[in-house]
């Protein structure tokens, strides 16, 4: 008797074993830069095991980042490195080469939207350099999400939850969208300036006008004989706003925007922020945009 008993004990704690589910594993998502880490954040809203980490530090030039030996640790111990690809982020390629256990990149999906040197696309300049921001395209943010359906698996999501994260982040994305465009439209002709062109894929992604531009680098000077011509340029176009990105010279843009004009300060990653989520983001760049072109 006693023996069927424990045997009976014994099947009933299987079946319970069996209902309970195990505990989700933790999983480590490192994003190369801070507007994936949002968007990345989005989608796992609703998967606390699933950890976030930006690679980038606030003070890393985000164009030729040195990497510290602790984040290329990093890199080794995520469960996914999502980055660029190395077109548009060449200084991490031997990092994800040698580091990176799985890795989802933005340029190895369908449908990405690439800008070119004077804002070209693919078709017209096949060997022209790639305009590296490309997480201020929205639909570029859209086929990176839609990749992350290809590695369930190591992040420890069902179909049905993948589904429906992947629901939630495409409806929050129209409706920014939405906001986005009608919120930008009396602005469309207005002209602006920038050190450099760092915002081909908002501009064309909510009809705004390319900018003026002092450099193709960011880094880069102007002579005397530039400023007089972009002076020139800056009061035939009436041009009244200044973008400035955290890496540009701001006293050689002080010295073009004079008079009404007026000096922004945007930064195209996100860093100065609190932007929780990738909308989050979006808004804030158009809201200063706005604020610019308004003024």
């Not at 023996?3 to 014994?10: S, T």
């Not at 590695?151 to 495409?170: K, M, N, S, Y």
Request: aromatic share 8%.
């Amino acid at each position: 008797m006693l023996r069927v008993l424990f045997v009976i004990w014994l099947c009933a704690l299987a079946l319970f074993a069996q209902a309970t589910p195990a505990p989700t594993t933790n999983v480590t998502v490192v994003a190369s830069v801070e507007p994936l880490a949002a968007a990345m954040r989005q989608v796992f809203a609703e998967a606390p095991h699933i950890q976030v980490h930006t690679l980038l530090l606030p003070n890393q030039h985000p164009h030729h980042a040195s990497l510290t030996p602790g984040q290329a640790k990093l890199i080794h111990q995520a469960d996914l490195f999502v980055w660029m690809g190395p077109d548009a982020e060449p200084h991490l390629k031997p990092f994800s080469e040698r580091y990176a256990q799985r890795e989802l990149t933005m340029t190895a999906q369908e449908n990405i939207q690439r800008l070119y040197e004077e804002g070209h696309h693919a078709s017209e300049h096949q060997h022209a350099h790639l305009d590296p921001h490309l997480w201020l395209s929205p639909t570029n943010v859209l086929a990176l999400v839609r990749g992350l359906g290809q590695h369930l698996e190591p992040l420890g999501l069902t179909d049905e939850a993948w589904q429906q994260a992947e629901q939630r982040f495409v409806a929050a994305m129209e409706a920014t969208t939405i906001a986005l465009t009608a919120s930008l439209a009396p602005y469309s002709a207005v002209p602006y300036l920038s050190h450099h062109d760092a915002w081909g894929y908002f501009a064309e992604s909510f009809s705004l006008q390319r900018p003026l531009i002092v450099s193709a680098n960011v880094e880069g000077e102007a002579s005397s004989r530039q400023l007089i011509v972009l002076n020139r340029e800056m009061k035939r176009q009436n041009i009244r706003c200044v973008m400035a990105e955290p890496e540009s010279r701001k006293a050689l843009l002080q010295r073009l925007c004079t008079g009404d004009c007026k000096l922004h300060q945007v930064d195209p990653l996100g860093r100065n922020e609190k932007a929780q989520w990738y909308t989050d983001f979006l808004l804030n760049v158009g809201e200063q945009f706005k604020a610019c072109l308004a003024h």
